[in-house]
């Protein structure tokens, strides 16, 4: 028996419009975003950081571990942003730059998952610091097994554990941007939410 096509004309307008929606919405993003990776095009704004240049793929952490001795896991600098402070002995400067950093990522609203918040210092007891911030994850072990870890974030020739800057990892490891400690929080939340808006990683 011979099957007729029993598509009316309305019919196939409406397949035709279907057909355009699902270019839209799946053809043209994988578009704009081949042709912005072509042509090197970024999101107009000035950002207020400093690009570390070339960006500074981190280090497997190797025996690095957390403040309650756990390892920590070899993707621990990948599958998220990380914010990251760098500090010796974490005093009154310190915890104010941890309280920018708390505020900071509540601020990013549904982006919270998409980072992390990381103190690195050889204070060993930060017992106060994780009943404050309970969600912070704190790298705290003795200089001499810390230093290349607190090195990689020197820029600048500054002596990174004082400088009382934050740093940005993005989610493949690399460390890419860092903030004057004068800047207000303002200032670089919007540039932290710009590029976690514009970016596909984390």
């Not at 704004?45 to 070339?54: C, D, H, I, M, W």
């Not at 310190?94 to 920018?100: A, E, F, N, P």
Request: hydrophobic share 45%; charged share 20%.
């Amino acid at each position: 028996m011979q099957i007729e096509e029993q598509f009316s004309p309305q019919q196939q307008r409406k397949g035709r419009v279907v057909l355009i929606l699902m270019l839209i919405f799946f053809v043209v993003p994988l578009l704009v975003v081949f042709l912005m990776y072509k042509y090197n095009w970024m999101p107009s704004g000035a950002s207020v950081g400093e690009l570390v240049k070339p960006a500074r793929l981190m280090a497997d952490v190797g025996q690095l571990k957390n403040e309650a001795g756990a390892n920590l896991p070899n993707t621990f600098w990948k599958e998220r942003w990380s914010i990251v402070y760098v500090s010796a002995d974490c005093q009154k400067t310190c915890l104010d730059k941890l309280h920018d950093m708390r505020q900071l990522h509540v601020s990013l609203y549904k982006d919270m998952p998409r980072a992390q918040r990381v103190l690195i210092t050889t204070m060993q007891d930060t017992t106060a610091i994780k009943r404050d911030y309970p969600d912070l994850i704190v790298i705290n072990q003795p200089s001499n097994e810390i230093s290349n870890l607190m090195s990689a974030f020197a820029v600048n020739d500054e002596a990174v554990a004082s400088a009382n800057r934050l740093y940005l990892v993005d989610p493949l490891g690399h460390l890419m941007m860092s903030y004057q400690p004068e800047l207000p929080l303002a200032a670089v939340r919007k540039d932290v939410t710009r590029l976690l808006r514009f970016s596909w990683a984390g």
